[in-house]
């Protein structure tokens, strides 16, 4: 533990935890909080399995724009733009599943 947290490299753990904990936030936490998030607040018309479906085939486009960021960017502005992307992706499942229909943007 004195290797990894010592001077050297302190920095190179510490993002590499925080990179881990947004991956599996998304990841784990989507995957628990989005069907029930779906069933309460969100009428599609199908049950949340079937989005849940939909939203891991809907998936593959980003994962392949993400490949296409690593050919044409450094490493780590891509991992930027990818965080960058996520947290806004987040942010709009936040207030776009809080909202009702029929208000404005302002009514919080």
Do not use: N
């Amino acid at each position: 533990l004195g290797f990894i947290f010592g001077p050297a490299m302190r920095y190179t753990t510490l993002v590499s935890c925080f990179t881990s904990f947004c991956k599996d936030f998304i990841f784990f936490g989507g995957g628990y909080v989005f069907p029930q998030v779906l069933s309460e607040t969100v009428t599609l018309g199908t049950s949340p399995a079937v989005a849940l479906l939909l939203g891991g085939l809907l998936e593959m486009p980003g994962i392949i724009l993400a490949l296409g960021f690593d050919r044409v960017m450094a490493r780590r502005p891509t991992i930027v733009v990818i965080l960058a992307t996520l947290t806004t992706c987040m942010l709009a499942f936040v207030f776009g599943g809080s909202h009702k229909l029929g208000g404005g943007w302002f009514e919080y």
